[in-house]
C-alpha cells in the first residue's frame, strides 16, 4: 500500500509519498529537481548559532554548528575538519579557525569581540554552506 498526503495553505503546497520514486515525483507538481533534490544541495547540512543574538562590545561569543553529512543516513561527519569564519559588518574577517567535527557531528568555538569592534551584523560561516549573523551594540 501507498499513499500521498497533502497540505494545503494560503500560498503554499505541499505533499509527501509514502513509495518516493513509485510513479509520483516532484516534477508532477511543476517542481524543478533542484527543489528537492539531495544530488543538488551542498555535501553537508548544518545548523549554526550562537548562544545568543545580540553582545556588547568586549563580551564572548560562543558559537556551536551541529553537521550532517547531505545524504539519506544523515551520517556524522566524525573527525572531518571545517573552518569557522567571522566576519564584521565592514567585511573584515576577524576569526578564522580550522576545527575538527567531535564524535556528534558538532564543532564549539568561543572569541571575545575586541571592546572597538564595529557595531552591526556578524557572520558566521562554516566552510561548506552553513551561516550564520548575530549583532553588536551599545
Known amino acids: 500500500q501507498s499513499f500521498v498526503a497533502t497540505a494545503e495553505g494560503e500560498g503554499h503546497f505541499g505533499y509527501v509519498v509514502s513509495t518516493w520514486n513509485d510513479g509520483i515525483t516532484g516534477w508532477n507538481f511543476g517542481l524543478k529537481d533542484s527543489d528537492y533534490s539531495w544530488e543538488t544541495r551542498g555535501q553537508y547540512l548544518g545548523y549554526i548559532h550562537t548562544d545568543r ?62 571592546r572597538d569592534a564595529t557595531l552591526g551584523s556578524y557572520m558566521v560561516q562554516v566552510i561548506q554552506d552553513d551561516a550564520n549573523q548575530f549583532g553588536v551594540e551599545n
Open 53 to 114: 543574538k545580540l553582545y556588547l562590545p568586549g563580551e564572548k561569543v560562543y558559537v556551536h554548528a551541529i553537521l550532517r553529512k547531505n545524504s539519506r543516513t544523515l551520517e556524522i561527519p566524525t573527525g572531518e575538519k571545517f573552518t569557522i569564519k567571522v566576519t564584521s559588518p565592514l567585511g573584515v574577517e576577524i576569526v578564522n579557525r580550522v576545527i575538527e567535527a567531535n564524535e556528534f557531528g558538532t564543532l564549539s568555538l568561543d572569541f571575545d569581540i575586541s
